[in-house]
């Protein structure tokens, strides 16, 4: 395939390997039906001595693990049953605003005292419950809270979660590596690729205590107005999302961190963010079984230690209206019984809205737990939820045998993570691990497979220093999604000064005025060449606006998509345009690399794009891009 707008920029194709004819190798002698039986034998012996084993010593641990749970009081496992929210620094002395915090949401001052209250199983880490702020500072207080719990009577680890994604969402950012998100993944199209991202993500994590990670999302992203996955996901082919999330999972799998699968049964065709409302998939059950499923059954075969619920409504798998967090058809009955899952299901944060719609707070975590869920993540009040699980037990409506269910998964998967044997991490683990300048090297490697050039007019990239020495870098500036060195205004301007451009920024923002574009426009004038970033432009939006201006001024215009791919359906009249699927330092690194030529662009469209005239039109198809 050619873009006829191009000059000699192609599509790209595989290339024929090469043929040759070697010459025949000596035939090997072939064995006797006698020795082969014999060989088979022992080899099958051997496996069954060992399977036996391995049997045996999941029996005697599970028997320890049993005999934990029965030891503990009806309030210490409802307690184990929650991974909650904290704000601070310090298990011990945070902030006093961060005390303040936990005061008003949570009744305690501290981490400390949260665990010696309430006996939490697990604690999720938010940048913005100011948990992440240096990777030293994390190990110590996963430390401080590990000690903290053991202290207590009966006292077990806990285990520490975040949102680790990369990409447009990761709680640990620089100096901690950070790669490409999902669907920049999904762009470069390799397992190998995704592998090393959890197998390297998830050593930085552990390494700072963090030992459960809720990625990958496992959504199939076949809606491009969907708000709240987008990016986030691997694509729009389910068996191409499949075979990336499952080569995470084993990548998680080698550092000792149990990664997530989520958001089941699947959040990739909403238009409505569960955060904020209630969205309701309308597939068909054949539909769901060929679409959304796909990547939650590999993951499931790879071996994935959790998996995370959807806020949502899928009609087609259980009519009564529940969300499938609290829907025993759909958590029990499909993921459990139909899939074949034993491992842990938590909660996605049930402090969102698509949850809250249909009950109220009190009756979600009880609901949630007759459904067939293990852990309950973040509930808004920590006080309410806990009471409701602890009086429905009371009251009948809950067994504490059907407690003990979920606490032994929880407790399986701790002593999985070498949790129950030593919890604690140590300084030397994080200088020897966390942001490592090899590390750093692989995931710009791997950013620099994932840039996918969709337009390039007349040969305008890469660009050249000497016939565009002037280079004016425009745009939206969203916050840092990662703690990163932003605003990608900033970014991109550095990177092509350091490759030897005179860049300069001037960010317009996601709507910007009147005045700012024609500041823009007068600004363009000087320049050789403008590089404008896109956020999720829309046919009115006064983004739109700005970039049709600048290219009527005739200085050749860049556009990079920092978020959604599907912008450049709305931006017919730029000279070029890339996708780099996220505005992390990582990508747009990369991105003015391939702008400047020190990389060619290699990465391919994971998702379709539609026309912006006619949606029902595909204007660039899944593996889309072009090459220099």
């Given amino acids: 395939m050619r873009d006829s707008s191009t000059g000699s920029t192609a599509h790209r194709t595989s290339r024929p390997a090469r043929s040759s004819t070697p010459s025949t190798p000596p035939r090997p002698s072939t064995p006797s039906r006698r020795t082969v039986l014999a060989a088979t034998a022992g080899v099958t012996a051997a ?10 010593d999941q029996r005697s641990r599970d028997q320890e693990l049993r005999a934990l749970v029965s030891g503990m009081t009806l309030e210490e496992k409802v307690g184990q049953l929650f991974v909650m929210r904290v704000y601070g620094h310090s298990a011990t002395a945070p902030d006093q605003a961060d005390i303040d915090a936990n005061l008003k949401e949570i009744g305690v001052r501290t981490a400390a005292e949260l665990v010696a209250k309430y006996r939490v199983g697990g604690i999720i880490y938010f940048a913005w419950a100011h948990n992440t702020r240096n990777p030293h500072q994390i190990a ?6 590990q000690a903290a719990s053991l202290a207590q009577p009966r006292g077990l680890p806990v285990l520490v979660s975040t949102d680790q994604e990369h990409g447009i ?5 620089k100096p901690a590596t950070l790669f490409p998100g999902a669907m920049a993944l999904g762009a470069g199209g390799s397992r190998d690729d995704a592998r090393t991202v959890g197998r390297i993500a998830g050593a930085e994590l552990h390494a700072i205590g963090i030992r459960q990670d809720y990625s990958p999302v496992s959504d199939v992203n076949v809606n491009p107005a969907n708000p709240v996955i987008g990016v986030r996901s691997f694509g729009a082919d389910p068996d191409a999302v499949a075979g990336l999330v499952a080569a995470e999972v084993k990548g998680y799998q080698r550092s000792g961190v149990a990664a997530t699968a989520k958001h089941f049964p699947g959040h990739g065709d909403t238009a409505v963010d569960s955060h904020f409302g209630f969205p309701v998939i309308t597939h068909t059950r054949e539909v769901w079984s060929a679409l959304d499923a796909v990547p939650f059954r590999a993951a499931i075969r790879a071996g994935i230690d959790s998996i995370m619920t959807a806020h949502i409504m899928v009609p087609a798998l259980d009519p009564s209206g529940d969300p499938a967090t609290l829907s025993h058809p759909i958590l029990t009955g499909i993921l459990r019984e139909e899939l074949g899952y034993d491992g842990v299901v938590v909660t996605d944060s049930l402090m969102m809205e698509g949850v809250r719609t249909k009950y109220g707070d009190d009756r979600v975590p009880v609901l949630a737990l007759k459904a067939g869920v293990d852990q309950l993540l973040n509930p808004p009040s920590l006080d309410v939820a806990w009471n409701a699980v602890l009086n429905a037990v009371r009251g009948g409506e809950l067994t504490e045998a ?14 999985k993570l070498g949790l129950l044997d030593d919890p604690f991490v140590t300084d030397s683990g994080v200088d020897r691990t966390v942001g490592t300048p090899a590390h750093l090297r692989t995931a710009d490697r791997i950013a620099d497979r994932t840039t996918t050039l969709l337009v390039n007019k007349e040969g305008l990239l890469p660009l050249s220093r000497r016939r565009t020495p002037k280079v004016l870098v425009v745009g939206a500036d969203p916050a840092s999604p990662s703690l990163s060195d932003g605003p990608p205004t900033t970014v991109l301007a550095g990177a092509l000064t350091e490759l030897g451009f005179t860049a300069t920024a001037l960010s317009t923002g996601t709507a910007p005025s009147t005045a700012t574009i024609a500041k823009a426009v007068a600004a363009a004038r000087d320049a050789n060449a403008v590089v404008v970033g896109t956020y999720n432009v829309t046919a009115t939006g006064s983004q739109k606006t700005l970039v049709d201006q600048l290219v009527a001024t005739g200085v050749p215009v860049i556009a990079i998509a920092i978020r959604n791919p599907y912008d450049v359906a709305q931006l017919p009249g730029v000279g070029a345009c890339l996708a780099a699927y996220s505005w992390t330092d990582v990508e747009l690194r990369a991105a003015a690399r391939v702008i400047a030529g020190r990389r060619h662009p290699r990465g391919t469209l994971p998702v379709p794009v539609q026309r912006a005239d006619d949606p029902t039109q595909v204007l660039y198809p899944i593996g889309y891009g072009l090459t220099y």
Wanted: net charge positive.
């Fill in 47 to 56: 496996l069954a001595t060992r399977t036996s084993a391995y049997a045996a």
């Fill in 140 to 145: 110590d207080l996963s430390n401080g809270i």
């Fill in 169 to 173: 969402v990761a709680r640990v950012g």
């Fill in 402 to 415: 059907r407690l003990d269910e979920s606490i032994l998964r929880v407790l399986r998967l701790k002593s």
